[in-house]
């Protein structure tokens, strides 16, 4: 783990009741240079009204597999490892394109954040592969209820399905890719922070299924398996264009500080 900046803020730093009782969870205890650094990310989420619009924020890139699996903002949605995907300490979860994926323990239906007409998805993705596969959704195709967001790494680009419209880009995918809607009638989809495209589609209310990440959870059977390499993944209530800014900003800082 890289650390930088004065080392006498080891023993002087104060720590935000949200980051003690995110530590206090956590098993075995970071080192008290990555406890700086969960600060610094809690810290600038706060200030920047992204942390109190978050049901779940899942930091893949951590010290131990059990504290990856966390959900930073409550003690609720925690995810679960399904075939034992490989973790890797400060990079994240792998997976092998076939039966391995995260259930992240939150299902959109049940908020409390997430809503039908205010809410984002979306993934850090560090390190692709090739082929078309699921990084992060649910998806109930009898009634188009769902988001979803899936990788084609070797055509470099990625599509993301909102409730049953598909809005697929010519980019690489490896990045942090979200998507996120505050109105009825249309979704916004960012990448590494910056704004990629309005897609007109009406909403529909939130699918009743867990949400996976390194697979897509349709109709509750996990399909298009990811071999590709995740450091984090959320989900909450609507973004602004500021607010994803400022999410990308601090996600970027403990990547880096950590050497993601």
């Known amino acids: 783990m890289t650390y930088f900046g004065n080392r006498g803020l080891w023993r002087q730093a104060s720590f935000r009741p949200e980051t003690k ?3 206090a969870r956590m098993s075995p205890t970071p080192s ?16 920047d009204g992204v942390w109190a619009k978050l049901d779940v924020l899942q930091v893949y890139a951590a010290d131990a597999q059990a504290n990856a699996l966390l ?3 409550s ?3 925690n995810a679960s490892a399904v075939s034992s995907p490989t973790f890797t300490t400060d990079r994240g979860f792998t997976f092998n394109g076939t039966t391995q994926y995260l259930s992240m323990g939150f299902t959109p239906s049940a908020g409390p954040l997430y809503a039908q007409n205010s809410h984002t ?7 692709g592969a090739s082929g078309n596969v699921g990084d992060i959704g649910a998806r109930e195709t009898a009634t188009n209820k769902g988001a979803t967001i899936a990788s084609n790494v070797a055509g470099s680009g990625y599509t993301i399905v909102e409730s049953g419209v598909s809005s697929s880009q010519a980019t690489s995918p490896v990045a942090n890719i979200l ?3 505050s109105a009825a009638g249309s979704f916004d989809i960012y990448k590494s922070g910056a704004f990629v495209a309005n897609v007109t589609a009406s909403s529909i209310a939130p699918p009743t299924i867990p949400v996976f990440v390194g697979a897509l959870n349709v109709d509750s059977s996990a399909t298009s398996f990811s071999a590709n390499q995740y450091s984090a993944a959320y989900a909450g209530a609507a973004l602004s264009a500021g607010e994803v800014l400022a999410l990308q900003n601090a996600l970027q800082a403990y990547m880096t500080a950590v050497g993601a």
């Open 21 to 23: 009782a995110l530590i």
């Open 32 to 47: 008290r240079a990555r406890q700086i650094v969960i600060n610094r990310l809690i810290t600038s989420l706060i200030r």
């Open 71 to 73: 959900n930073w903002v």
């Open 75 to 77: 003690s609720s949605f």
């Open 121 to 127: 998805l979306g993934r850090w993705l560090r390190s």
């Open 179 to 181: 998507l996120t809607r």
